[in-house]
């Protein structure tokens, strides 16, 4: 029988949202397929589905996975999940008092942990948690609809309501995996700390839809490398792809931009075209604040049907153009000729600076003199006496070279001489 809906379900996931399942575990003798396998410590499989709220320890079939006044850990093997994107791991719960009175309190808990391509576990606590859902003065519900969802290695916690059936009900709880992921595992660790409390999973799956056979292949031969950009401005490029295959009404390809190590793990949308064509462009701007660096790529997706394109295959450089974050100093200093005067400085950011102090008989910032120096800093010279100003003009490996402000004056008088004896 369990089968038997197992099959409805999956018939009817697939018509309404294009999800199969991907692997399933639910605890029967003859476990559904493709079966998700697992080793456990603590807690059991059980037939027995009595209780409040009744008929709720078992979701379908006639097994269900237990704990009753139990530490139990349920580790799944790794699944191949390469060939499918949105993919997730899904868990039922029910919270179930055997006296109709007890039920999860505060100290109860069960916590999902996904792991991602045969990476570690994290280990059991609250906070490492993707989804932790705690009890909350003897709360109890069944199997429905309702829960909590979240991504991988976004941690979210949250508690029952006291009472059956009441409040939200975390009975489906959703760990989303991020596209792009070949392997998943899951850890399942649960407390009850009372005899008449028993928590109860049943059907854990991880579905996902079906991976496109379409291919998209970002064109190498992109230009404008190094690419300069500033606080403030970004930098355009254009993104030539192909792509094979048959894309749908509305079908949007967007660029995308790795971090400076060339990883797409969070990858930044840089442009898009709406388009089903198999040979288009894309006009995209690296985004302003991008930092420096010689390994960034950009890749070409698709969202109908979902594809994640091939990079670029060749390193982009970005430079960011020079941005003067700390003036020199407006105050006045009045000092005598030959006196050591107050060191003006600027701080700034970009690639490859490069500095140029100018002194000025005016408090302005043009028809300066240079006088001389490549640091961030300028000691006055104080040889001479006079008013002068000075101000900094930055450069960097790409853009316009920024101005200082100038600097409060320096003026310099003669020593008096000593008074004539008489």
């Known amino acids: 029988m369990k089968l038997k809906l197992l099959i409805v379900a999956l018939f009817c996931s697939v018509l309404g949202w294009g999800q199969t399942t991907i692997a399933i575990q639910d605890f029967e003798t003859s476990p559904a397929t493709p079966t998700w396998s697992y080793t456990n410590t603590g807690g059991g499989v059980s037939t027995t589905n009595t209780g409040t709220p009744n008929n709720q320890r078992i979701r379908n079939g006639l097994r269900s996975f237990q704990i009753n006044n139990a530490t139990s850990t349920l580790t799944f093997d790794d699944i191949n999940v390469s060939g499918y994107n949105s993919v997730s791991v899904v868990i039922r719960v029910s919270s179930i008092s055997t006296n109709g009175t007890n039920g999860a309190d505060a100290a109860d808990y069960i916590r999902a942990f996904v792991k991602l391509d045969a990476g570690t576990f994290l280990t059991n606590t609250q906070a490492n948690a993707d989804i932790a859902v705690n009890g909350n003065s003897n709360s109890r519900w069944g199997y429905n609809t309702t829960g909590n969802t979240t991504n991988a290695g976004t941690n979210s916690v949250v508690a029952g309501t006291s009472g059956t059936n009441a409040g939200t009900i975390y009975s489906t709880l959703t760990v989303n995996v991020p596209n792009g992921t070949s392997l ?236 004539l004896e008489l």
């Open 184 to 419: 998943v595992g899951l850890r399942i660790n649960s407390l009850n700390n009372d005899a008449a409390e028993i928590w109860c999973i049943d059907d854990v799956e991880i579905v996902g839809t079906p991976a496109s056979t379409n291919t998209i292949t970002t064109d190498t031969a992109l230009s404008g490398s190094p690419f300069c950009v500033s606080a403030s401005t970004g930098a355009s490029v254009s993104v030539p792809f192909t792509s094979v295959g048959t894309f749908n009404a509305g079908n949007i390809y967007t660029a995308q931009l790795s971090n400076a190590a060339g990883s797409f793990a969070s990858p930044v949308n840089i442009g898009t075209v709406t388009s089903v064509l198999n040979t288009d462009v894309i006009s995209a701007t690296i985004p302003a604040g991008t930092a420096a660096g010689a390994g960034y790529r950009i890749r070409v997706v698709s969202n109908n049907p979902t594809v994640i394109g091939t990079d670029n295959t060749v390193n982009l450089t970005v430079q960011n153009s020079a941005t003067i974050t700390t003036q020199p100093s407006v105050t006045i200093q009045n000092l005598c000729q030959g006196a050591s005067a107050t060191a003006l400085s600027v701080t700034a950011t970009g690639t490859t600076l490069s500095y140029q102090w100018y002194s000025n008989s005016t408090a302005t910032t043009s028809g300066g003199t240079p006088v001389g120096t490549s640091s961030a800093s300028y000691t006055p010279v104080t040889t001479a006496t006079g008013t002068l100003y000075y101000y900094c003009v930055v450069s960097a490996a790409c853009g316009a070279s920024v101005t200082s402000n100038v600097s409060g004056a320096v003026n310099v008088t003669a020593i008096p001489s000593a008074p």
